[in-house]
Every structure is written in structure tokens, then in C-alpha cells.
């Protein structure tokens, strides 16, 4: 019952996402199409994500803009889209809170991202294709620091097991001063449902 493209996935329990560095941000601010390589803990390139979305809502709508992320495997194949409507992440609007939808292969959704409202914590649930709980992520009260990762816990639906992470990892002074470009590392049990690796993917991106 794997999508097909995904079946890498089975046999690997973590795996790298590492952002492109975009010279034309770095020089002159403007907001370019987002790019990102997925790795396996050997370094090599599994896939590779592409944002697709338009040069005005890139720029006018920042980091909360709605977008399609197109996550391509070696062969050039689209084996995951994860979409993301215009949502504000702000717990003062409980009611327009982030979600994205995961899509493998595309157009065939697979499971859900929904951030849960919350005071002071930024708390998602992961939902399959029924929109069925299964699995929590709950990250740190402060989710900026300086020389060290943030960890996003992964557990249980009761929140009373950890069973993965979400880690944005520390890219270095200059990198994490001068780019907006991001490393993040997930973990995830080894027998875990193929699509639900999938969709922890889909939160990483969406955190």
C-alpha cells in the first residue's frame, strides 16, 4: 500500500531537509521560489522540493503565504505535493489556524497538517487521508535560539510517548544572520506508516 516513488521511504527511520541558499535574496531581498534537497543521514539526495507559487504572493504575503510545494524523486518523477491554503498562524484567530494537505501521488491525498490552537506552544496534529488523529507535534515555548537546534517533539495522539522529532538544526552565525535558509532534521519509527513519513514531511515544511 506505498504511493508509488515513496518506497525509499520504508526502509529509513530519519532524514535531512537542507534549503537552498538563493543568491538573488541574499543580494537584494526579494523573495524567490523556496528550494530544498532531502537527504538520507549519508548525505545523498533522495528528492528535491520545489515551491511553486507566484512572484506577488511570495513577496506580499511572507512567510504565512499559501503555496504548493512540489517534492520530485531523482528521476524526475512528482511523487508528494503538499499544499497549504492562506492561513494566519496567530493564536489570536483560532479559527483560520495553519493546514496543509499532503498529496501522494498527486492529487490523491494521504493525510493532513492541522496546528492547534494554543496560548503560548505551537502544537499541530497529524491526521491519515479520514482525517483520523495520529500522531501529536508539539514544539518549544520559544522557537528562536542561538547556537543551538530546536526540537518539535513527534508523539502519541494522548501526547503520553515521544515517537520522532522535528529538529531545526543550527546552520552557523553567518548562514542563520544573513539567509532565511533552513535545516531540519526529522526521525521517525522505522515501521511507521509510509504515508504518515510522508506527511511528517509535510510538517516540517509547514513548521
Known sequence: NCPPGLEYLT???????HQQIELLEILTGFETNNKYEIKNTLGQRVYFAVEDTDCCTRNCCGPSRPFTLRIIDNLGHEVITLQRP???????????????EVQSPPGIPVGFVVQNWHPCLPKFTIKDEKRKDILKIIGPCIVCSCFEDIHFEVKSVD???????????WSGFLKEAFTDADNFGITFPMDLDVKMKAVMIGACFLI
Open 11 to 17: 526502509q529509513i527511520d530519519q532524514i535531512l531537509i
Open 86 to 100: 492562506l492561513r494566519c498562524s496567530s493564536c489570536c484567530f483560532p479559527c483560520c489556524l495553519q493546514e496543509l
Open 159 to 169: 501526547e503520553s510517548c515521544t515517537v520522532g522529532r522535528i529538529s531545526k538544526q
